[in-house]
C-alpha cells in the first residue's frame, strides 16, 4: 500500500474554486492509479475523478464534468483536484485512493490505499 494524505480543503461559497491535493508515500508513485471520492453526510462513499498512472486519461463523474480536474505530477508524488464552480451539493468530505491496478476505478472496493480526507464545504 501506499501511504496518502489530503489537504486543501475548506469553507467557500458557492462559484468557488479549491484546489485539493493529495502527497503520496511509501511506494513508486508512479505505480498507482489514483481516485478522489467523496461523502456526504448520510450517504455513500460516491467516485469523483481519476487518472492513470501516466496522467494521460482522466476519468470523471457525470456531475463534476468541465468543473473539476485532476491531475498528478509523478516527479512529486502529488495528485491534484483543482474544483471550479463549486456547488453546495459538492460539499463532503473529499479522499484521496490509490490502487496499482483498480478493476473498476468507480469503485471505492478497487481500491486498496486511502486518506484520511480533507472535509470541502461549499456555502449557497
Known amino acids: 500500500q501506499v501511504l496518502l494524505k489530503e489537504s486543501g480543503g475548506g469553507l467557500v461559497q458557492a462559484g468557488a474554486s479549491l484546489r485539493l491535493s493529495c502527497a503520496a508515500s511509501?511506494?513508486?508513485?508512479?505505480?498507482?492509479?489514483m481516485g478522489w471520492f467523496r461523502q456526504a453526510p448520510g450517504k455513500e462513499r460516491e467516485f469523483v475523478a481519476a487518472?492513470?498512472?501516466?496522467?494521460?486519461?482522466?476519468y470523471y463523474t457525470d456531475s463534476v464534468k468541465g468543473r473539476f480536474t485532476i491531475s498528478r505530477d509523478n516527479a512529486k508524488n502529488m495528485v491534484y483536484l483543482q474544483m471550479n464552480s463549486l456547488k453546495p451539493e459538492d460539499t463532503a468530505l473529499y479522499y484521496c485512493?490509490?490502487?496499482?491496478?483498480?478493476?473498476?476505478?468507480?469503485?471505492?472496493?478497487?481500491?486498496?490505499?486511502w486518506g484520511q480526507g480533507t472535509q470541502v464545504t461549499v456555502s449557497s
Open positions: 485512493a490509490a490502487d496499482s491496478l483498480p478493476r473498476a476505478y468507480t469503485k471505492s472496493a478497487s481500491y486498496d490505499s
Open positions: 511509501g511506494r513508486t508513485f508512479r505505480n498507482y492509479f
Open positions: 487518472i492513470n498512472w501516466t496522467g494521460d486519461s482522466t
